[in-house]
């Protein structure tokens, strides 16, 4: 069978193979990914594998009928919608399987610029100490908090939260920024910085790390499931490089992300209480586990108090006594490490 011209072009320019996995669920994929399969074949992926997690019976169709016509994508269906981590966590047994030499996961709205992957491919070879060196590396995504700091020049180290940190929120951290602020806007812009976690979406990772089987927890089910399994790779000794040259913007801004205005408040507001529960219990246990030492401990605390006050406070003013209920429950089973307590999605 004739290769795409788009594959023969990778095939050219690199000389790697590159096979790569999307999730989508509900009526997402003539709305948004569509288009991200078709951007990405459009890259001279070998394969593109589908995790339908749950799709409506009209979307799973159109799936069907897409893989039907394009023999590079493989549908790999789930029942219902079980969670971004257990999905992904398919996708990268599916993966593994193959003989691939590169993994590139992508979330369904992330319809890619041409020459993305290859642009990712070069920024890792760059960076590669040696040939097998497990060096990930990931774009810069829109919207994401943490990625629009890093690329205005502020320090890493003032950037992503340190041990100790609440919910992400570290007020010594914080009052450090602020005293920094003049010097950090106009810091060092480095366009290529290693980061401690990433999101799945844009990632492209060695298929090597997947066959040691260091996958997503699936007790997570869904938010914050990226950071936690991430976080793992760079604590077992791999690198995440942040290109920030390299930009995938999510078509549909994310939830967590949207409630970055005034966040806790947000959160403890919204209709969506499982997503209330599922974005703090997995934030907290991610910053709980991260806890070394006397000096992480106590700062925890001091940035536990914090936020639980203003949470409190929040609840009394907006009478959102059922959102704090629930905060309070994430909280406590993150610490004890429970996740006995699954959500429908």
């Known amino acids: 069978m004739d290769k795409p011209p788009g594959e023969l072009r990778l095939m050219r320019a690199i000389g790697t193979d590159v096979v790569a996995a999307t999730v989508t669920y509900g009526d997402r994929f003539d709305t948004v990914c569509r288009r991200t399969v078709e951007s990405v074949l459009e890259e001279g992926v070998f394969r593109l594998l589908v995790v339908d997690n749950g799709s409506v019976e009209a979307s799973a169709r159109a799936m069907d009928e897409f893989a039907a016509e394009e023999p590079r994508v493989t549908i790999l269906r789930n029942g219902s919608n079980e969670g971004s981590a257990s999905a992904f966590r398919a996708a990268m047994i599916w993966a593994s399987g193959t003989d691939a030499d590169l993994v590139w996961l992508l979330d369904d709205d992330n319809a890619v610029d041409p020459g993305t992957l290859a642009a990712l491919i070069d920024a890792r070879a760059a960076a590669s100490i040696s040939p097998n060196d497990n060096v990930i590396v990931t774009p810069r995504r829109i919207p994401n908090a943490l990625h629009e700091r890093v690329a205005s020049g502020i320090p890493i180290e003032l950037v992503y939260p340190r041990p100790g940190a609440f919910l992400g929120f570290d007020i010594l951290a914080l009052m450090w920024r602020r005293l920094r602020r003049r010097g950090a806007m106009n810091g060092d812009k480095t366009r290529v910085v290693e980061v401690p976690y990433a999101p799945y979406g844009g990632l492209l990772i060695p298929r090597e790390l997947l066959r040691l ?133």
């Open 213 to 345: 089987r260091r996958l997503p927890d699936t007790r997570l089910q869904l938010y914050a499931d990226d950071t936690v399994w991430t976080s793992g790779l760079v604590r077992s000794g791999h690198r995440i490089l942040l290109v920030l040259d390299i930009v995938i913007a999510d078509a549909e801004g994310k939830w967590t992300q949207a409630q970055q205005g005034n966040s806790l408040t947000n959160s403890l507001r919204s209709p969506r209480r499982d997503r209330l529960y599922l974005s703090t219990r997995n934030r907290v246990f991610f910053d709980h586990q991260s806890l070394s030492g006397v000096g992480s401990r106590l700062r925890y605390l001091l940035n536990r108090s914090t936020v639980m006050l203003f949470a409190m406070i929040s609840a009394l003013r907006y009478c959102e006594r059922d959102g704090l209920r629930i905060f309070l429950t994430a909280v406590r089973d993150a610490e004890r490490g429970d996740f006995s307590r699954t959500v429908a999605l």
